[in-house]
């Protein structure tokens, strides 16, 4: 059984920057698509980013795009998020989640795609 463990949240002002990761164990990385969601209060939870494992192939929603980075270390089995230039409206808890994949897979930010989720780290960006 898979299990995700979230790390890296905090407290950083805006325009600092944020490294969150989320550790795998139970089984390995290696055939799976990692999403990066986040949940505000009081909204609906999204999808910041996703890799393929396989691959690497990142995507990005457009609010994070160019700000954040995801990357994937698969002898450690975890995958990161470097969050640069942070925002206000990036507060949030992040969620990291995974899906079993290929190399041809389609990349989705659709939270309904993903079975296996961390208990989530709080992000809060205020001056």
């Known amino acids: 059984q898979l299990h995700l463990v979230e790390s890296g949240g905090g407290l950083v002002q805006p325009g600092g920057s944020l490294r969150l990761s989320c550790a795998a164990s139970?089984?390995?990385?290696?055939?799976?698509?990692i999403g990066w969601f986040r949940q505000a209060p009081g909204k609906e939870r999204e999808g910041v980013s996703c890799?393929?494992?396989?691959?690497?192939?990142?995507t990005y929603a457009d609010s994070v795009k160019g700000r954040f980075t995801v990357s994937r270390d698969i002898a450690k089995n975890t995958v990161y998020l470097q969050m640069n230039s942070l925002k206000p409206e990036d507060t949030a808890v992040y969620y990291c989640?995974?899906?079993?994949?290929?190399?041809?897979?389609?990349?989705?930010?659709?939270?309904?795609?993903?079975?296996?989720w961390g208990q989530g780290t709080q992000v809060t960006v205020s001056s």
């Open positions: 890799i393929n494992t396989i691959t690497g192939s990142p």
């Open positions: 139970g089984e390995r990385l290696d055939y799976t698509a």
């Open positions: 989640a995974a899906r079993y994949s290929s190399r041809t897979s389609r990349p989705t930010l659709n939270r309904y795609d993903y079975g296996y």
